[in-house]
């Protein structure tokens, strides 16, 4: 089956896409896909991620298999994830797709990034303030702008160019990370994890 992930982020700056296609493939392999990879395309802005994939679903050979990966925003309750974007964005689940083709980073990217505080430590380096970060426990309940304002916080004394934000830095991180602690700590991550094993 060849999986390609069309996933929120890189915004609209080519070199920057890049980088976040480049650090989801290695965070993947890290997962146990070495060798078994799918494709990943960085969409930019949430709203590009959702029409490239429904127009993925509508033309998909019998062979293919689009996902569509993107921030929940806020947490997501119960189980059915489709309901959950249309409520937050107004979008409509696509003819054909199925629930095991949407998956959510609950409640952002950035949550991902704290499941991994030793990474964070090393990437960051001495001046990170660690009692910043938020405990590992039921981290996909903390809401998005804590876990951003948390990151921004503890990295605040690791100089301008060294301080936690959006673009180029978040992207070399989650390549970084230990996908086994992820897979531990956040059920949403397991469960995208499961889905690869059963499609690759």
């Known amino acids: 089956m060849k999986v390609k992930i069309y996933v929120e ?10 980088r976040c296609r480049e650090g989801f493939a290695r ?24 029409s490239d994939f429904e127009t993925a679903v509508k033309w998909a050979a019998s ?26 964005d107004g979008w409509n689940r696509p003819h ?12 952002c990217m950035e949550t991902w990034i704290v499941a991994d505080p ?13 009692s910043a970060l938020p405990a590992t426990g039921s981290l996909e309940t ?14 605040s ?10 673009g180029k830095r978040p992207f070399q991180l989650l390549g970084q990370l230990d996908a086994g602690k992820l897979r531990k700590l956040l059920p949403h991550f397991s469960r995208f994890c499961e889905c690869l094993n059963n499609k690759l």
């Not at 030793?118 to 660690?130: K, M, N, P, S, T």
């Not at 903390?142 to 990295?155: G, P, R, V, Y």
């Not at 100089?159 to 959006?166: E, L, M, N, T």
Request: with cysteine; hydrophobic share 35%; proline share 2%.
């Open 9 to 18: 982020g890189g915004g609209d700056n080519r070199a920057t896409r890049t």
């Open 27 to 50: 965070l993947i392999e890290k997962a146990g896909f070495e060798g078994r990879m799918p494709r990943i395309v960085a969409c930019g802005k949430r709203g590009a991620a959702f």
């Open 63 to 88: 062979d293919e298999y689009p996902l569509l990966l993107v921030d929940s925003e806020s947490a997501v309750i119960g189980t059915d994830r489709w309901a959950h974007l249309k409520k937050k």
């Open 96 to 107: 054909n797709a199925t629930d095991d083709q949407l998956h959510l980073m609950v409640q």
């Open 118 to 130: 030793d990474a964070v430590r090393d990437f960051f380096g001495q001046h990170l303030i660690e």
């Open 142 to 155: 903390h809401s998005k702008d804590d876990i951003q304002s948390s990151l921004e916080k503890a990295t």
């Open 157 to 166: 004394q690791c100089g301008r160019d060294r301080a936690y934000r959006k």
